[in-house]
């Protein structure tokens, strides 16, 4: 069955550095989403994405955010300059009209 | 007020028992998930629901647009049933999931 890969798993970064989170979703799926959840809370919602642009955000996702799809399948969540408060696992999803597909997640850790 | 309840938030039962997990919404919406989340991490999708009854194993979804109102039961519980159990609702207009707190499920042997 097709499933959703996040890399890296893990990813340890400074505060104020930029990171790159990367998903390739099931290729033929239409809706893409980036979730978080913080250790210990409930996941959120940051931001869908279809038909090339953001369909949808929250108010977590502020102008340090930013997704792309560069090459029509990776599906990427960049975070311009990391705050501590950024720690939480966050997880790609993806959505052909059939139930939700998640990756795994990355764990992102800023110290 | 949260869009999206979930009841009750902690569960411990014994093995064997059956289980109800309850989520209210508040929000229209085109569809509802259950998914299930390990202590592990990961999200697993159980069931996507937009009207009646889903059935799958010892899984069972429900749900009621009109009360705006879905039901997850498990049936003869087991041990490795133990895991967060999330209601999400996807809203009419299909841009967004709403997740609910999520109902943490301890099945004891």
């Known amino acids: 069955e097709p499933e959703v890969t996040q890399t890296p798993s893990h990813q340890v970064t400074q505060m104020g550095q930029e990171v790159i989170l990367r998903c390739v979703p099931i290729?033929?799926?239409?809706?893409f989403y980036w979730y978080r959840q913080i250790l210990g809370q409930k996941v959120e919602f940051l931001v869908s994405?279809?038909?090339?642009?953001?369909?949808?955000k929250s108010e977590i996702f502020d102008d340090q955010f930013s997704v792309e799809r560069p090459d029509g399948s990776n599906f990427t969540l960049k975070i311009r300059s990391t705050k501590l408060e950024d720690s939480a696992m966050y997880f790609c999803?993806?959505?052909?009209?059939?139930?939700?597909?998640f990756g795994n997640g990355t764990r992102l850790t800023v110290t | 007020k949260n869009e999206v309840e979930q009841s009750p938030q902690n569960l411990t039962a014994q093995e064997g028992e059956f289980i109800t997990i309850n989520c209210s919404y508040s929000v229209g919406i085109s569809a509802l998930h259950w998914l299930q989340q390990h202590p592990g991490g990961g999200i697993v999708s159980l069931f996507m629901?937009?009207?009646g009854k889903k059935k799958h194993g010892r899984l069972i979804a429900t749900i009621n647009i009109q009360e705006k109102h879905s039901s997850l039961h498990i049936t003869a519980s087991h041990p490795r049933d133990s895991a967060v159990y999330i209601c999400?609702?996807?809203?009419?207009?299909?841009?967004?999931?709403?997740f609910g707190p999520g109902t943490s499920l301890s099945v004891i042997p």
């Open positions: 994405f279809y038909n090339n642009e953001i369909s949808e």
């Open positions: 999803a993806s959505d052909g009209g059939s139930p939700l597909h």
């Open positions: 629901l937009s009207s």
């Open positions: 999400a609702v996807l809203k009419t207009s299909y841009d967004k999931v709403i």
């Open positions: 290729s033929n799926h239409l809706y």
